[in-house]
């Protein structure tokens, strides 16, 4: 079982909708969450990160967590073309310093 | 200001040759990290680095090897390139405690 897992994608939406990511992990010590994007053919950026478990709102953006499922996630409110990227979650593990496990990342498309 | 700045873009390596990806950042970050990303496979850790003159393996570090010897270079060298290393390499950097890394634009590598 891998650490974190994250549903590949592609994920296909029409401009306006709202889009849920989702992500799961086996770690249940694992306490800083993160979701970067990544459009094509460039580096990851940093999207949202947020402590624990709760909600954390930014803009159109709101990042979820849920420690008791051991599920995060990231919802898009009013989803518009330029959202279009791979969607990638990060967490720290025990121990880990600063050192990120990611994700697969999944795949996002917002159609006109 | 430039960020994390990856040199050469793209390579085309044959088996068994050597070559090494540049990595430089501006921002006088600590925290230094080479990732690969495979399809499917997410960012995996290769070696990482707390400062000048320290580092030390991440997850896949066969096969790789990198230096540190300022604040603002963190090159990595391929030696004795096998096709398994065919991969896109991304250079990040940090502060302490933080966990918005700052990636560099990716080297895409194959080797042949």
Same mark, same amino acid.
């Given at each position: 079982?891998?650490?974190v897992?994250?549903?590949?994608?592609?994920?296909?939406v029409?401009?306006?909708?709202?889009?849920?990511?989702?992500?799961?992990?086996? =770690?249940?010590?694992?306490q800083?969450?993160?979701?970067? +994007? @990544?459009?094509?053919?460039?580096?990851?950026?940093?999207?949202?990160?947020t402590?624990?478990?709760? =909600?954390?709102?930014?803009? +159109?953006?709101?990042?979820?967590?849920?420690?008791?499922?051991?599920?995060?996630?990231?919802?898009?409110?009013?989803?518009?073309?330029?959202?279009?990227?791979?969607?990638?979650?990060?967490?720290?593990?025990?121990?880990?310093? =600063?050192?990120?496990?990611?994700?697969?990342?999944?795949?996002?498309?917002?159609?006109? | 200001?430039?960020?994390?700045? @990856?040199?050469?873009?793209? +390579?085309?390596?044959?088996?068994?040759?050597?070559?090494?990806?540049?990595?430089?950042?501006?921002? =006088?970050?600590?925290?230094?990290?080479?990732? +690969?990303?495979?399809?499917g496979?997410?960012?995996?850790?290769?070696?990482?680095?707390?400062?000048?003159?320290?580092?030390?393996?991440?997850?896949?570090?066969n096969?790789?090897?990198?230096?540190?010897?300022?604040?603002?270079?963190?090159?990595?060298?391929?030696?004795?390139?096998?096709?398994? @290393?065919?991969?896109?390499?991304?250079?990040?950097?940090?502060?302490?405690?933080?966990?918005?890394?700052?990636?560099?634009?990716?080297?895409?590598?194959?080797?042949?």
């Amino acid at each position: 079982q891998k650490e974190v897992e994250q549903d590949p994608g592609p994920l296909s939406v029409p401009e306006g909708a709202i889009v849920s990511l989702n992500c799961t992990y086996s =770690n249940s010590a694992f306490q800083y969450f993160m979701w970067y +994007r @990544q459009y094509s053919r460039k580096g990851p950026e940093l999207l949202m990160y947020t402590y624990s478990s709760g =909600n954390k709102e930014d803009g +159109r953006f709101t990042a979820q967590v849920d420690k008791s499922s051991k599920y995060i996630s990231l919802f898009i409110r009013d989803s518009q073309p330029s959202d279009s990227a791979t969607y990638l979650c990060a967490m720290i593990p025990p121990g880990g310093g =600063n050192k990120l496990t990611f994700g697969t990342g999944t795949q996002l498309k917002v159609e006109l | 200001n430039a960020g994390v700045t @990856q040199t050469p873009k793209f +390579r085309i390596l044959k088996i068994g040759q050597s070559m090494t990806l540049q990595c430089a950042q501006d921002m =006088n970050h600590n925290y230094m990290y080479w990732y +690969r990303q495979d399809p499917g496979m997410g960012l995996k850790l290769i070696y990482y680095s707390v400062g000048a003159g320290i580092t030390d393996k991440g997850e896949v570090p066969n096969g790789y090897n990198v230096s540190r010897s300022t604040t603002e270079d963190f090159p990595l060298r391929l030696e004795l390139a096998a096709p398994s @290393q065919t991969s896109v390499y991304f250079c990040a950097s940090s502060y302490p405690d933080s966990y918005g890394y700052t990636f560099g634009s990716g080297t895409r590598l194959t080797v042949v």
